[in-house]
């Protein structure tokens, strides 16, 4: 194969390769670094290219795989990961102009567990700034590789863009309020956002300590499960992270859905916020999930579009406590959407957090409660494909404040349930849809299954942005 | 319920430590008034009867 082809095989495919030593991890990663400085001009999807890092690592991979030390599905394969998570000796900004100098002293636990699995670490990927808005950029904003004029989704917009560009094989992100799967369902990703405590937070810049999850964003339902293998798993430097076993999650992966009882929340089918193309282009998906042996019916759950709001009370105040000390002495150094964003957390009176919190119990306990009659729920991930580029426009009414409604993903951050995005077709501007499938908590073997079930049955997942 | 009023945004912003002025003042006040008066519309039944549980632990 010529290695200016192998950019292009799934991470699955490479690792598969790299294990049988037909490609090496050098050539791999070499193959990326190549692509990274001839297009990344195109997408800004990296802020910072670890260059002598990665060939070294990946040297490294190429030395224990040849003397019989195969760590795993990951060993060799490279990634990008979001600038987000602490890089030791490596810049990491969080897309802030605040933090543009910090270095921290050491790996946060998602990226040492990337290397423990032998993955080359190709760079840090950009984000909106603190992960807490979906749009605003304080160094170069990402491009969408299937439409370079529009916008990838974010927070982490840089994975989205990286993994869509063929940049990296396979990337990380963070999902507070669907940060994973917006960048995914914009640029026709598998992106998914893990149950809440599966993945250690340690390192982790925070939005919200209660919604916060690292999960992978990917171009297969393989490359995710393979991604999310390596990271998972207990970590005594956060206290409340899990410590079940990681499956192997490809276990999960292959058969038909027999069995299997599929609930499509209608509240936001029947919403006006989903564009009719990807209202069809949805259902579309629905019809296929039951040709493949599950049963799928329509489920109510009543508040289910109220999650946007009380979503938006808790990623305005928790953010805005603990930036307090910068909003007050560096709050011209913050992006317009996130000074707003802040300083309206600022303000937001308590009772309107008690509240937000109430009506997540009761949202969380109509979610649980779905998922007891049903293995798993799906929905659009969002209403619409991916938008036009735009300046960062100002509020100049109540009607304007809110830019995401679109977003229909934080229902499982507030339940904290695993979901995850995976394309399903395009909408009438030619950009990609997610279909969202969300589970109990726990639940990541059952999503996998279902999302991989759908993959193989359509060609989504095999077309190539034009722009990459 | 009623609008936040600047001068009313300006002295929530003193109680905690921050002079909001403008531009960000007006647009603290759109975006402040339109999440109060999205949450203040919800009132499913049985709210007074839950406990703002904010996660489910992870098992152990």
């Known amino acids: 194969m010529n290695t200016s082809e192998l950019p292009f095989l799934s991470a699955g495919d490479l690792s598969r390769l790299i294990q049988s030593k037909e490609v090496s991890p050098v050539e791999a990663t070499e193959a ?15 802020l910072t290219v670890m260059r002598e890092q990665a060939l070294a690592d990946a040297q490294q991979a190429e030395e224990d795989i040849a003397s019989g030390q195969h760590k795993g599905p990951m060993h060799g394969v490279p990634v990008a990961v979001k600038d987000q998570f602490w890089s030791k000796g490596v810049r990491s900004t969080g897309g802030s102009r605040i933090l543009a100098d910090f270095v921290p002293g050491e790996d946060a636990t998602v990226i040492a567990n990337l290397r423990k699995a032998g993955a080359v670490v190709l760079g840090k990927t950009n984000m909106t700034e ?49 940060s994973i799967r917006f960048p995914a369902t914009w640029c026709g990703l598998v ?95 629905f019809a296929t999930l039951g040709e493949l042996g599950a049963t799928v019916e329509e489920v109510s759950v009543p508040l289910s579009m109220d999650a946007g709001v009380a979503s938006a009370v808790l990623l305005a105040v ?10 007050k002495d560096q709050l011209q150094d913050y992006g317009h959407d996130v000074r707003i964003l802040l300083l309206t957390g600022s303000l937001l009176p308590a009772q309107a957090y008690y509240k937000a919190q109430k009506l997540r119990t009761m949202l969380r306990q109509q979610v649980l409660d779905s998922l007891e009659k ?66 109990r908590p726990g639940a990541e073997e059952t999503i996998f299954k279902v999302a991989h079930a759908y993959e193989q049955a359509t060609a989504w997942h095999t077309m190539r942005p034009p722009g990459a | 319920m009623a609008d936040l009023t600047k001068d009313e945004i300006r002295a929530m912003g003193h109680a905690v430590g921050l002079e909001i002025e403008d531009p960000e003042l007006t647009e603290v006040m759109y975006s402040l008034n339109a999440l109060l008066e999205s949450l203040d519309a919800i009132n499913p039944p049985g709210l007074n009867d839950v406990e703002p549980l904010p996660i489910i632990l992870p098992p152990a």
């Open chain 1, 130 to 178: 603190f992960a807490i808005t979906g749009f605003s950029h304080r160094y170069a904003t990402p491009r969408n590789p299937w439409n370079t004029d529009s916008y990838t989704g974010g927070s982490s917009s840089g994975s989205g863009a990286a993994t869509a560009a063929y940049l990296c094989a396979t990337s990380l992100g963070e999902d507070t309020g669907g």
């Open chain 1, 374 to 439: 049903y293995d798993v729920l799906v929905l659009p991930t969002s209403g619409k494909g991916a938008q036009p580029l735009e300046q960062d426009p100002p509020i100049t009414s109540k009607e304007t404040a809110s830019r995401l409604a679109f977003l229909f993903t934080r229902i499982f951050n507030l339940a904290s349930c695993p979901a995850m995005s995976v394309p399903c077709g395009f909408d009438d501007r030619g950009m990609p849809v997610g279909l969202q499938i969300g589970a």
């Open chain 1, 32 to 46: 990326y670094l190549d692509r990274i400085a001839s297009l990344d001009h195109r997408f800004n999807s990296y």
């Open chain 1, 191 to 285: 992106g998914l956002r893990p149950s809440w405590g599966l993945v250690s937070r340690y390192g982790v810049m925070r939005g919200v300590w209660s919604m916060d999850t690292v999960g992978p964003i990917s171009r297969t339902v393989e490359d995710a499960a393979i991604t999310l293998g390596a990271i998972a798993g207990h970590d005594p430097k956060d206290r409340y992270s899990s410590t079940v076993p990681v499956p192997d999650y490809r276990q999960a992966l292959g058969g038909d859905l027999n069995g299997l009882k599929i609930g499509v929340i209608t509240e936001f089918m029947e919403s006006g916020l989903v564009e009719p193309k990807v209202r069809q282009t949805v259902s579309d998906s």
């Open chain 1, 318 to 327: 928790e953010p805005a406590l603990a930036q307090q000390d910068w909003i």
